[in-house]
């Protein structure tokens, strides 16, 4: 059985700025794992083709990455956009063609969906998607394009999501079913580590500085923190990287020298996100808009609480399971609070649950219940 994955992000030389595609190679790697051969579309700088850790890499040449900066509502973008649109409809059906899948995975719905939709209707074969919560929460606004992504997913075989709610919101978008796959990646977790009973506790973010993912809601809570707060505080780690930079780095600074122990670093591959997960006491989730990140299944993989905003899955997932802590509202005073709350808890008290919610979130039994479906409805 051969696949075809269709994404707009994929993890090249610098690993950590693939953003939402940073899980999809060790997806694709155990995909092979379980005999399906795959094969992924992605763009690039420019055109490459050649295996990556036993998957068949193919890397087309777009204007500019990451492609989810690109905004249709800006025209001069425009030609961007098109260029983008016709060279990744190009790879995709060449892909098709030269490797003759058995089923195409459009990672997300768009652009991946319609590139995959169009290669699998010249190719006679099925196609699936796999939406995140940027998908459909944020393209989904735009009502031309919200009727095209209906469109799609109401042409899929399957419809996947990788949260629990944005499956209802799929569900509602198209009128077809839509199953739970989680996003998640393998982490080098081999070393032992115990959680702290008692303060100073250190503090780590990663992932994208964009506004969904709430930097300036996290720097201010840091702000709001007094001075006995930042006695129970070793550090605050800051890594990844994106639209807000420059003020994330500013209030940083700002922080730094008012005696805050606070820092702000770069993009991280997995091994550094290892590092950093390892280090921490607690991991900082301050987003406005969610559905279950990666980096919450990270967290659980090393043994790391969660401080989060109540957004998406992240309040079930957390009073369920008992694996961190959640602010009242998406605002900075209420996740203050929800600082202040984890910096007077033990991080061990929540080992019991990080050890519960971790299992549910195994890049290995994501792909096999992908392949699983594959068999059970579409090959016996």
């Known amino acids: ?104 995975l459009a990672l997300w719905v768009l652009p991946s969906g319609w590139w995959a939709m169009r290669a699998a209707r010249r190719r006679g074969i099925p196609f699936s998607t796999w939406a995140l919560g940027s998908d459909i929460w944020t393209l989904g606004k735009v009502p031309l394009i919200r009727n095209l992504m209906s469109h799609v997913l109401r042409q899929a075989r399957w419809r996947f999501a990788d949260g629990l709610k944005l499956g209802q919101d799929v569900e509602a978008l198209c009128g077809r079913p839509c199953g739970f796959l989680p996003s998640s990646r393998s982490l080098d977790a081999s070393c032992s580590k115990t959680l702290r009973q008692r303060p100073p506790y250190r503090l780590a973010y990663l992932g994208r500085w964009h506004p969904n993912k709430g930097l300036d809601l996290l720097t201010a809570a840091l702000e709001a923190l007094n001075d006995d707060d930042w006695q129970r505080i070793e550090a605050v780690k800051i890594y990844g990287g994106g639209p807000l930079e420059n003020q994330v780095r ?16 770069g993009y991280l591959d997995p091994a550094g996100a ?105 090959f016996t």
Request: aromatic share 6%; glycine share 6%; net charge neutral.
């Open 250 to 265: 500013a209030h940083v600074q700002r922080l730094a020298a008012s005696g805050r122990p606070v820092s702000a670093g």
């Open 1 to 104: 059985m051969k696949v075809l994955l269709v994404t707009t992000s994929y993890p090249d030389v610098n690993a950590g700025e693939a953003a939402a595609g940073n899980f999809v190679v060790d997806f694709a790697r155990n995909l092979v794992k379980l005999n399906a051969p795959t094969t992924v579309v992605a763009p690039a700088a420019e055109n490459r083709t050649g295996l990556e850790g036993g998957v068949d890499v193919r890397r087309f040449r777009v204007p500019r990455l990451p492609l989810s900066l690109l905004n249709p509502g800006h025209p001069s973008e425009w030609p961007a956009i098109v260029r983008t649109l016709v060279a990744g409809s190009r790879a995709v059906y060449q892909a098709a063609a030269k490797t003759q899948p058995d089923h195409i």
């Open 274 to 378: 290892g590092e950093l997960f390892t280090w921490a006491d607690y991991v900082l989730i301050p987003s406005r808009i969610e559905s279950i990140p990666v980096v919450f299944s990270d967290a659980m993989q090393m043994n790391c609480p969660v401080i989060a905003m109540p957004v998406g899955d992240l309040p079930e997932l957390i009073d369920k399971n008992q694996c961190g802590i959640c602010s009242h509202s998406v605002d900075p005073l209420a996740f203050a609070n929800a600082l202040r709350e984890a910096i007077h808890t033990s991080p061990r008290f929540f080992e019991k649950g990080i050890a519960a919610a971790r299992s549910a979130f195994d890049p290995q039994q994501a792909a096999a219940a992908f392949i699983d479906q594959l068999k059970m409805k579409s």
